[in-house]
């Protein structure tokens, strides 16, 4: 659910798109050849989202919800089993919690809810504990004398209709005829008290069949009861179009003894890397090269920092949660014009929960610090017009199927300022490469990208030199993503461009350490997106046709 209100609240971003159609919930499978976004189911997919965008700010969340299901048959997607029947119920559980506590809530919003509740660890309560089915009226269990006055669509006898046998040695009995209630202790008591049970079976018999607006199940019993007496002898099926036997077949209680297999089967030597799929960039250096040495494709990394020894920003702990906040709130800002005031509203209500919330005004100076380095001269990042930058910016390259990754590191050395990366295990890498670029902007004709990095290199400014940007890029293989931007850019504006010339608009590939804004370079690892490097780079990876 978290990926589909994600999705809804950006239906054009291919990425949180193809995390929701690939959901259950939705059903795409993502196995088809050629581009995803070609595929004429994923389009409609797609434009129901949008749709679900458009009907949340006009209906609201549950009726946008509701309609985006009815659309995909999401229904018809769990299996007719008590798990799936389980499922649904707890489902439709969460969407009546959602649909009374939602109200209000952008899809964004929404998301941020769902996370929340599904991280829960606090004790459930009577709202939020999984109902039944019985709980949801998707099952209802009832008595025959309950279910007087009552209608169901479907009705299901699950017992024979009996009583009690009367015993021929009783001194008395009680029954009911048209005198009213009596205790008789004649002879002739018997009699009278087994007409006024057989009477009083026809009336539950009756209430049982006439409750169902469509179908009655019931077993036709052996013995004498209620349903035999009213057949009296009479076949089923010669009732009526409307009356049917159903044969149930022995259930077969026997099982085969398990048996483990024998046979020793050989152990793969190496790993067996798929030959073709979608790759990010962290993926394709995981997959391409040895896991204790790229260790870095993970943008940001936990740290043991000396807190004693760090100074402003730098106490901040480092990892994924710290780096995707700082980045969510840098692509925030670059979305739209922001008031000074409204960055430390974001900052509250989109606080993590990893961090000490006393860190909250460190994190809004460091923001607005982060804002006023000086990219170029006279020229920062709150300083650039809203139509001069694309933040998160998508792309999809598709590979050349007989490319290696060898392939793609030679071709990086048509870059002047290239240096040999380790290297990698020489693999088949075919499929396509996608990905995100965090901003691309335009400044005095040219087309540059910038790409926020907050890892923890040291806790004060020195540790963010010339020097230690360059180890932290080359340990981490971000050269080799900064060609990858650069070359998906190039794809990009040769596509939206009429006169499109990479000698005139493309400019540099700029990496913004976050942490070292203060020091010498304000934390800058900037290199120019040369023509020969990016031509070389299209030529030999890239599948053009």
Not at 17 to 25: D, G, Y
Not at 397 to 409: E, G, I, M, N, S
Not at 463 to 479: E, K, N, T
Request: aromatic content about 8%; glycine content about 6%; charged content about 20%.
């Amino acid at each position: 659910m978290v990926s589909i209100l994600e999705a809804i609240a950006n239906p054009d971003d291919l990425g949180k798109v193809t995390s929701a159609v690939a959901t259950p919930l939705m059903g795409f499978e993502l196995n088809h050849p050629g581009l995803l976004i070609e595929h004429p189911a994923f389009v409609e997919y797609q434009s129901e989202l949008f749709n679900a965008r458009d009907r949340w700010l006009s209906d609201g969340p549950a009726a946008s919800i509701a309609r985006l299901f009815e659309r995909c048959q999401t229904a018809t997607r769990f299996p007719n089993t008590l798990d799936g029947l389980e499922d649904w119920n707890l489902l439709m559980q969460c969407l009546e919690i959602f649909g009374e506590d939602g109200k209000g809530l952008s899809p964004i919003e929404a998301a941020h809810w769902w996370a929340k509740q599904a991280s829960n660890t606090q004790d459930a309560d009577d709202r939020t504990s999984q109902r039944s089915p019985t709980e949801s009226q998707v099952i209802r269990i009832n008595t025959i004398h309950g279910a007087k006055g009552l209608e169901y669509p479907v009705v299901i006898l699950a017992d024979s209709i009996t009583a009690k046998s009367l015993s021929k040695h009783a001194w008395g009995l009680d029954y009911c005829d048209a005198e009213g209630s009596k205790i008789d202790l004649t002879s002739e008591a018997l009699a009278a008290a087994q007409k006024d049970q057989d009477e009083d079976l026809n009336r539950l018999l009756y209430v049982a069949l006439t409750r169902a607006k469509q179908t009655v199940f019931l077993g036709i019993p052996d013995s004498e009861n209620a349903v035999s007496k009213l057949l009296h002898g009479r076949d089923v099926d010669a009732l009526g179009v409307h009356h049917s036997t159903l044969t149930v077949p022995n259930a077969d209680t026997s099982r085969q003894a398990f048996v483990p297999p024998t046979e020793k089967i050989a152990r793969l030597q190496q790993p067996k890397i798929p030959s073709w799929f979608f790759r990010s960039f962290s993926t394709l250096i995981k997959h391409d090269a040895h896991l204790d040495s790229a260790r870095g494709a993970d943008d940001e990394e936990v740290v043991t920092t000396e807190f004693g020894l760090n100074a402003d920003w730098h106490k901040l702990p480092g990892g994924t949660e710290t780096g995707q906040f700082i980045h969510d709130i840098l692509e925030w800002h670059a979305q739209a014009h922001r008031e000074d005031t409204d960055i430390d509203r974001l900052i509250n209500k989109r606080w993590p929960a990893h961090l000490d919330l006393s860190h909250a005004p460190l994190v809004g100076q460091w923001i607005r610090q982060i804002l006023s380095v000086e990219l170029y001269p006279g020229v920062s990042l709150n300083q650039l017009g809203v139509s001069q930058k694309r933040p998160e910016p998508q792309f999809e390259l598709p590979l050349k199927p007989d490319l290696r990754a060898q392939t793609l590191f030679n071709a990086c050395r048509a870059f002047s300022w290239w240096e040999p990366l380790e290297h990698p295990i020489d693999q088949p890498i075919a499929g396509h490469l996608i990905g995100f670029i965090d901003l691309v902007f335009e400044y005095q004709g040219r087309f540059h990208i910038i790409d926020y990095k907050t890892n923890y290199l040291g806790p004060n400014d020195s540790s963010y030199g010339d020097v230690q940007l360059q180890a932290a890029m080359q340990r981490s293989f971000y050269p080799l993503q900064a060609a990858i931007y650069g070359l998906a850019l190039h794809r990009w504006l040769g596509s939206r461009l009429p006169d499109y010339d990479p000698d005139r608009h493309l400019g540099d590939v700029t990496y913004l350490f976050c942490r070292g804004i203060h020091s010498n370079n304000a934390g800058l690892w900037r290199r120019p997106l040369e023509t020969p490097g990016i031509l070389a780079l299209e030529e030999q990876c890239l599948c053009t046709r």
